[in-house]
């Protein structure tokens, strides 16, 4: 190259610096990692961006939203990606995201979304509810408890449950393992059905289920992106689902105790609202919670499978 082309593309390098760590043009960057497109985090994602836009203005943020296509190491690209435009802050929506985030920067603020526990996701032993550091934001974590009521309430009969997990998620396993924990309590066998890939599903499935009277469902990534394969395998079964989410619930289930992601996309925005705009110490920020779960059924499946739901239930639309 010759030096005069090189002089000449160096004011366009020193424009692109311009504004990339703080505010471009008066305007805030944050760049979005999201897991992968299904109901429950975009809705999260569509909740995050209203509350920002609110908070800080329109006209006073731009937003590099880019999805991963459920692959981890794609979580990873993006996050660093961000970093190296200077963003402001970072949303990370799932458990994979913020895990890229956590390890692509210690400065650049990073709130996550619909991640279940992150004492499991970032690793942290004592974990007491606050991040610290540049990390914070809200989980999606319903009342566990409360989901292996709703398993005895609906189906005082049963006697054995499946657990369907991918083996591959951290938070799925801790929810597993806490729910496992509420059932066996109450006298119920279970059964854990895991996989790791989308293509050992329907087998996996399939060869797991013959002996079960219900199956549960945590909010899990891998299923909430293949609910069309468990529907398919579960309702010629006639066995009902049980799931830890609405989104997940809507393609496959009968019933939930559910969180509502738009809710906690909306809190997630509040919180970057005030570390951008009120500059708020984020290292002290608790990690948030939905604290209004609701009890909500899938009218189709109920119907189909022959189960009289509560009338405390309200109907997925």
């Known amino acids: 190259m010759k030096k005069g082309k090189l002089l000449s593309l160096l004011p366009l390098a020193a424009m692109l610096l311009v504004g990339c760590n703080g505010q471009n043009n008066g305007k805030f960057n944050i760049g979005i990692c999201q897991l992968v497109a299904h109901p429950a985090l975009d809705k999260a994602t569509e909740g995050f961006i209203k509350a920002v836009e609110d908070g800080l203005g329109k006209d006073n943020v ?29 949303m990370a929506n799932a458990t994979p995201a913020v895990q890229a985030a ?18 499991v996701a970032l690793n942290i032993k004592d974990f ?17 408890d409360g989901q292996a009521d709703m398993v005895a309430e ?16 951290a938070n799925s396993k801790y929810q597993i393992d ?14 854990r059905i895991t996989f790791s890939e989308t293509n050992e599903l329907q087998s996996v ?24 394969i468990i529907d398919a395998v579960c309702r010629p079964a006639k066995l009902p ?39 708020k110490d984020i290292s002290k920020m608790a990690i948030a919670y939905d604290e209004n779960p609701v009890k909500k059924f899938n009218k189709a499946i109920a119907d189909e ?9 309200t109907e997925i639309q």
Do not use: H
């Open 128 to 144: 007491n509810g606050t991040v610290g550091g540049n990390v914070s934001g809200t989980s999606d974590l319903a009342p566990l």
């Open 241 to 279: 689902v049980i799931c830890g989410e609405e989104g997940i619930c809507k393609g496959c289930g009968v019933a939930t105790l559910s969180i509502d992601y738009f809710n906690l996309g909306v809190k997630t925005g509040q919180m970057a609202v005030e570390i951008l705009k009120d500059k």
């Open 178 to 191: 806490k729910v496992e924990g509420f059932l066996q309590a109450k006298n119920l066998e279970t059964k």
């Open 62 to 90: 731009k937003f590099d939203k880019q999805e991963a296509a459920g692959d981890p190491a794609i979580c990873s690209t993006i996050a660093n990606s961000f970093v190296s435009k200077r963003v402001d802050l970072i």
């Open 154 to 169: 609906l189906f005082p009969d049963a006697k054995k449950v499946g657990l369907l997990f991918c083996s591959a998620e």
């Open 102 to 119: 956590y390890n692509s920067t210690s400065s650049i603020p990073i709130l996550g979304t619909s991640v279940t526990e992150y004492g």
């Open 305 to 313: 499978l022959g189960i009289t739901v509560p009338a405390t239930y």
């Open 205 to 228: 499935l399939t060869a797991g289920i013959q002996d079960l009277d219900v199956l549960y469902i945590p909010t899990d990534n891998k299923c909430a992106d293949n609910v069309t």
